[in-house]
């Protein structure tokens, strides 16, 4: 009874809630669901990159009880002051460690639901540094402006250079800034704005409000400067572009940015799902892109260049726009998921090609995309997996999960044909929009159609087959011999489109490959002439094609073996120098199946014993390590 007692006790005072914030790579669950951020800042001279700020959050406790605790990440700021529900509070503040970001806790003084924290602060905002310094607040080409996430930072989120805020992506809030800045600039920042007079006669207000839309931290951001607001104009959903104040730039953010509301009906349509926010804005900077909420940081030099190239694409305008979908609407609950994020941005720029150029462009560019997966990307990013790639990867933002990501996606829609992946792809936005979303959710989605495998392979597991192909024929079939080459990570379920010419005559085939080695068999014995491997949206890469005849060739003329017709023994003479070689011998069958397999410095006649085999044809590959022959055998 004793023990009972003080068991129960224990679990009473268990939180339900984990006692720690989330990590950019771990979602947990927190006593807290931040409402809205209210922030209220100044900036009277951007390139001091001071700023003097107070955020006023509004919560709501997951579950009332005094000692609640609520997180906040501040990065090189100071903080003047802290009150919970009007109360003064001290916060603590728990150091970084190498999987953890640095915070501070603020705990409730009462048992009320709600709370209202504001958070006082100034200094001199700052950014991720090192040699890619791309997350925080930058100051350059006369503009201040922030950047929601880094590359190489161990935080990703990277608002708190700007704002105190919970910068996890797991906690969406809606989003009212008011920023105020000298009259002769302007305030850029999420959503839609007022601007109005502020208390100091020569400082304007620049209200901006996400509205009813919630917002990831990473996702807000703000600029400053003298920029154009340039009217895109649009049927549906209002488009602007700021753009510096020069006639350079605005005309070339007036031809650019002109292609906006076609890529919105594009998408819209691809996914019949209207665009989720009541605007879209791009701003120039020295950096880009990013796909801020509603309001896109791009570039200055490419929109230039995009304009002066008569570029009728602009790729990465697509890009940030999909995002609004993908990562904004439906956002990660921590970057493990980031691949959600930019596969599907990625995925929508090829969208975007089909819709404007064609079916076959768009696979033709998908195509060059796998290519650029393969030469480039695939050894250097050691075949990270899609998804928690961050445990092979110091880069947040690996090419990976762009390139591999769109391919996978491209491989789901050819998959499961245009009708059901759309249909999918709108239940997913459906019902996760406005919420986080995770790869297990998606492939929940897909469930009906898609197995597990299909996820453990391409989304979970790494690397990708590398094929080599030997086609071969006896008195009674064709071969079709699929070999994928040893690797360190997993044996791939794919399909492969063939197309084979005997003599005049040609004929396609599929081949679903499941094992290591796969054969077609086909039942034809007319003279192979051609084997083309037809390219199919699948992640592989063909190494070598043979179509074998008889023997290979005569590059190892140190050997020759008895007869090409056997009745129980096969004698291999070596005629090289004594032992100054190593070689390797296998029998394999028509089918690839390897039967007999030796190594060793050999020298002289060497024997082995046929006598197991059934009579049949038979190939003997014997290799020095760099070249190798192929001997066609009968066994009576
Ligand atoms: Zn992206």
């Not at 791009?282 to 002066?308: D, N, P």
């Amino acid at each position: 009874m004793k023990l009972l007692f003080s068991l129960l006790f224990i679990l009473a005072s268990i939180s339900l809630y984990s006692q720690e914030p989330s990590d950019p790579h771990k979602y947990n669950e927190v006593d807290f669901d931040v409402i809205s951020y209210n922030p209220l800042i100044e900036i009277s001279d951007p390139a001091s990159k001071e700023v003097q700020g107070k955020n006023i959050i509004n919560l709501r406790w997951n579950e009332r009880k005094i000692g609640n605790e609520f997180y906040f990440h501040c990065e090189d700021l100071i903080i003047d002051g802290i009150t919970y529900n009007s109360k003064i509070v001290d916060p603590d503040y728990t150091e970084a460690t190498d999987s953890t970001d640095s915070y501070y806790t603020v705990r409730s003084t009462d048992d009320d639901s709600t709370a209202i924290i504001q958070i006082s602060y100034h200094g001199k905002m700052t950014s991720e540094g090192g040699n890619f310094d791309w997350g925080g607040v930058h100051y350059s080409q006369s503009k201040l402006y922030s950047m929601g996430v880094g590359f190489f930072n161990p935080t990703v989120s990277a608002t708190r250079h700007w704002l105190p805020c919970y910068d996890h992506p797991s906690d969406k809030a809606k989003f009212n800034i008011n920023i105020t800045v000298p009259d002769t600039l302007i305030a850029i920042s999420n959503g839609g704005y007022k601007v109005f007079k502020s208390q100091n006669p020569y400082n304007f207000t620049y209200n901006w409000t996400s509205g009813d839309s919630e917002i990831a931290t990473y996702l807000m951001t703000f600029a400053i400067g003298d920029y154009a607001k340039v009217e895109i104009p649009s049927e549906d959903v209002p488009v602007t572009a700021y753009m510096y104040n020069t006639e350079e730039s605005i005309n070339a953010g007036k031809y650019a940015f002109n292609l906006v509301p076609e890529m919105i009906t594009a998408f819209e349509d691809f996914f019949s799902y209207n665009y989720p926010f009541e605007t879209i804005g791009y701003y120039a900077a020295s950096k880009g892109a990013m796909e801020h909420q509603t309001m896109v940081t791009m570039s200055h030099s490419q929109i230039l260049k995009t304009e002066r190239n008569k570029d009728s694409m602009y790729s990465t305008a697509a890009h940030e726009l999909a995002h609004q979908w993908f990562g904004n609407l439906v956002t990660p609950y921590d970057f493990r998921d980031a691949w959600l994020n930019e596969g599907f941005a990625t995925f929508c720029e090829y969208v975007w090609i089909k819709s404007k150029l064609g079916e076959d462009e768009y696979r033709k560019d998908i195509m060059k995309l796998r290519k650029s997966y393969i030469t480039n990307t695939a050894i250097p990013e050691q075949h990270i997996p899609l998804y928690n790639f961050s445990i092979y990867s110091k880069n947040n933002y690996p090419a990976t999960i762009y390139k591999k990501g769109g391919l996978v996606l491209a491989l789901i829609y050819d998959l499961v044909g245009d009708e059901i992946f759309r249909d999918k792809i709108n239940e997913y936005l459906t019902k996760y929009g406005g919420k986080n979303a995770t790869t297990e959710d998606l492939k929940n989605i897909f469930s009906d159609v898609l197995d597990d495998k299909f996820w453990d392979t391409w989304v979970y597991g790494r690397g990708f087959p590398q094929i080599d192909i030997d086609i071969s024929s006896d008195d009674e079939n064709t071969y079709v011999v699929a070999k994928q080459r040893d690797n360190e990570f997993q044996v791939f379920d794919l399909e492969l489109d063939f197309s084979i010419s005997f003599g005049a005559e040609i004929e396609n085939y599929k081949h679903s490959i499941t094992n290591k080695i796969d054969t077609l068999v086909i039942p034809k014995t007319e003279l192979v002439t051609n084997l083309e491997v037809i390219d199919n949206l699948y992640l592989y890469e063909i190494m070598d094609t043979k179509i074998i005849t008889s023997v290979e060739n005569n590059q190892l003329p140190e050997i020759s073996i008895s007869s090409n017709i056997i009745d129980k023994q096969l004698s291999i003479t070596y005629s090289s120098d004594q032992y100054s070689k190593k070689y390797s011998i296998e029998i394999v069958t028509l089918t690839g199946q390897s039967l007999l397999f030796d190594s060793g410095y050999f020298s002289g006649k060497k024997n082995y014993d046929l006598s197991d085999f059934a009579s049949g044809t038979y190939f003997v590959y014997i290799s020095d390590g760099e070249n190798k022959i192929i001997e066609k055998i009968m066994v009576r």
